[in-house]
Every structure is written in C-alpha cells, then in structure tokens.
C-alpha cells in the first residue's frame, strides 16, 4: 500500500495561491489515483478532485472548476494541488489519498492552510 | 451532483453494542459506495469499499451492506476504539461526493 507524505502547513494572504504537494512511496505510482479532499474547521470532508497519473487525466467538483488544478509528476512520485484567489472560506486542512483498490486506500497526513490578512 | 445524506447525525451507544450507521442516495450510485472512518485529529480511514468489501486489516466486526441509493454500516459490537466520526462517499460519477458524517459517541 502506498505511503503518502505531505507539505507543510501554510499561511497565505486572500487573492493569492498554496500548492500543496503529496509524495508517495512504497508502490508503483502510476498503478494510483489521487484525490484531494478539504476539511473546513470542526465541518466534514468535501470532495475536490482526483488525477489519474496514468493518463493525465484530471476531473474538479464544480464548486472548484477553474481555481483548482491537479497535477502529478511520474518522475518523483507526487501528486499537486494549486488553488487559487484564496479568501478566507479556504481556510482547512487538505488531504490528498491514493487509491488503486477504492480511491481512499491511503491518506496523507493533511496540510493545514490558513489564509488570513 | 449527487447528495449522500447520513444518518443520524450521533448515534449514542455503549461498548458492545451494535451500531447501524445509514447512507442514502439521492440517485443510484450502484454499488460505488466507501465508508471511511475520523478520529479527531487524523486523516479518514478507508473501512469499506465498493459496497460491502472490508479494507486490508479491517476487524471483523464492520460491515457493509446496500446497493443503488440505500447503504449500511454495522459494527456488530463496538470497541473503545470504534467512537470516531463516519463518512459515506460514492464515486459513481463526478464529482464525488460526501455524506456530512455521524458521530458515533459513548
């Protein structure tokens, strides 16, 4: 099962962008598929996005179409989040989880972003 | 969008007791329904997937049951370890959405 280490927390002004990175390790990369997911304070877990490495495919929740965008690098591993015109609802910690058997097969540990003025 | 509504909200029960956690569909997702597991402070944990298959190590005692738009999690006698918050997601198509969770407490 893979393994999945992600970036450190950060603080971000409104108006701008946080990348969040996840590494994997332990299995064959390209063998997964990679979602993120945000959890808003003390609220539940809301569905971003998910990229198929394979295929370079990526698919958003419409609620993040056209500010988010989901990348992945064969050659290290590790699977991006970008997010953009940041405001203050982004404030949560994001996951991303591998998946091969079900899309959650594995988590990372989560990153926290505070966006704050 | 498809919209996964849990319930209840809290389920209040005492170690050893069976706890029955629902999930319905606002459409058929056919069988692609994952029940995940959060304790505060950590990331979910998969439990089931595709319905009614345990994930790799998972106790014998959760178990998944449905299909189409009506989906069940029992935990057939519940440890300590057990009282934590539950998610329903689907991914029969996108984007792939969440239940708002139960919170299962002693």
């Known amino acids: 099962q893979v393994q999945l280490v992600q970036s450190g927390a950060e603080v971000k002004k409104p108006g701008s962008s946080v990348k969040v990175s996840c590494k994997a390790s332990?299995?064959?990369?390209?063998?997964?598929?990679f979602t993120w997911v945000r959890q808003a304070p003390g609220q539940g877990l809301e569905w971003m996005g998910r990229?198929?490495?394979?295929?370079?495919?990526?698919n958003y929740a419409p609620k993040f179409r056209g500010r988010v965008t989901i990348t992945a690098d064969k050659s290290t591993s590790t699977a991006y989040m970008t997010l953009n015109s940041l405001s203050s609802e982004d404030t949560a910690v994001y996951y991303c989880?591998?998946?091969?058997?079900?899309?959650?097969?594995?988590w990372g540990q989560g990153t926290l972003v505070t966006v704050s003025s | 969008e498809i919209v996964l509504t849990q319930s209840p909200a809290t389920l209040s029960l005492s170690p050893g007791e069976r706890a029955t956690l629902s999930c319905r569909a606002s459409q058929s997702v056919g069988s692609y329904l994952a029940w995940y597991q959060q304790k505060p402070g950590q990331a979910p944990r998969l439990l089931i997937y595709?319905?009614?298959n345990r994930a790799a190590g998972l106790p014998a005692r959760f178990s998944g049951s449905g299909s189409g738009t009506d989906f069940t999690l029992t935990i057939s006698s519940l440890e300590p370890e057990d009282f934590a918050v539950y998610y329903c997601q689907h991914r029969s198509n996108w984007p792939y959405t969440f239940g708002q969770g139960t919170r299962l407490e002693i």
């Open positions: 990229i198929i490495p394979m295929l370079a495919v990526a």
């Open positions: 332990g299995d064959t990369f390209s063998a997964y598929t």
């Open positions: 989880a591998g998946g091969r058997i079900s899309d959650g097969d594995s």
């Open positions: 595709d319905a009614s």
